[in-house]
């Protein structure tokens, strides 16, 4: 594995002991007290100072003329803006669900939102015999799918109602038209916008969604949220396969696979901490 292969590597001790400090700051995320820092890096305050006084010249962090606490500097603060800029959810999150899929056996779906909904951008094929066949560009129903409620649920309330709306049309014209073809089963009704209040305030309290034999008999399927460092929703994890197969608790193990990852991806996107 990659990680195992940077271990093997060459590096500079010194560095890696000084940015304990760094850290230190970064997870506390308030000014601190030289002591308070040396005692989180497990060193004494006259062995980080040195360092201190090191990444002060930097431009790292900076100290308070006042408190003498210490901060973040300018140089941390450019560096982080740029993290942030070149940050791609799609990127980091591919490679996870792959290593996801072949873990659980289950087919996993990345999907943004899109002009028409939540939208496939990538999918990777479980690894079983038997899978749920998914393509990229499919938009998944707003109501009716555990991506669509996940987005329904983080999105401004009259943005999501209109959107409901819409999908209502939509629905009419469907029933409207000439017969579906055969074996393609028939849209299940669309919940009245209380209930559907309901559905998203259970995806809320959970922080994920999930749907069995909704879209397809015997198909079930979780989402998970990744946020981006405003908190704002930017993609949606989706595991899907097999009722047989596949266990929809909330907290079950696919439950929990599927939250690991999506904060994974949501902390490399510098998402605020979850608060308990």
Not at 70 to 75: D, H, K, V
Not at 143 to 166: I, M, N, P, W
Request: contains cysteine; positive net charge.
């Amino acid at each position: 594995m990659a990680l195992d292969h940077d271990r093997t590597q060459r590096g500079i001790q010194s560095i890696e002991v000084g940015g304990q400090l760094l850290r230190a700051l970064v997870h506390h995320g308030r000014p601190m007290a030289l002591k308070d820092l040396a005692r989180e890096a497990d060193m004494t305050p006259a062995k980080a100072h040195p360092y201190m006084v090191s990444f002060g010249r930097l431009g790292l962090i900076e100290q308070d003329g006042a408190s003498g606490h210490y901060r973040l500097g300018p140089l941390a603060l450019q560096l982080g803006l740029i993290g942030l800029q070149q940050s791609d959810p799609v990127r980091i999150a591919t490679p996870l669900i792959a290593a996801l899929a072949r873990s659980t056996g289950q087919t996993m779906a990345l999907a943004v939102w899109g002009a028409r909904g939540a939208t496939i951008v990538h999918v990777a094929e479980s690894p079983a015999p038997v899978h749920v066949s998914l393509r990229h560009g499919t938009v998944f129903s707003l109501a009716h799918t555990a991506s669509g409620r996940l987005f329904g649920a983080y999105l401004e309330a009259a943005t999501v109602r209109a959107l409901l709306d819409e999908e209502r049309s939509r629905d009419r014209l469907r029933k409207g038209a000439p017969q579906a073809e055969p074996g393609i089963p028939a849209a299940r009704p669309l919940p009245s916008w209380k209930d559907f209040e309901a559905q998203l305030a259970e995806v809320r309290a959970h922080g994920m969604s999930r749907s069995e034999s909704e879209v397809l008999p015997g198909v079930n399927a979780m989402a998970a949220p990744v946020f981006d460092h405003t908190g704002t929703l930017v993609l949606a994890l989706t595991a899907i396969g097999s009722a047989g197969l596949f266990d929809a608790r909330w907290d079950g193990p696919m439950a929990r696979a599927l939250r690991a990852c999506a904060d994974e991806v949501s902390q490399r996107l510098g998402a605020p901490p979850k608060t308990v």
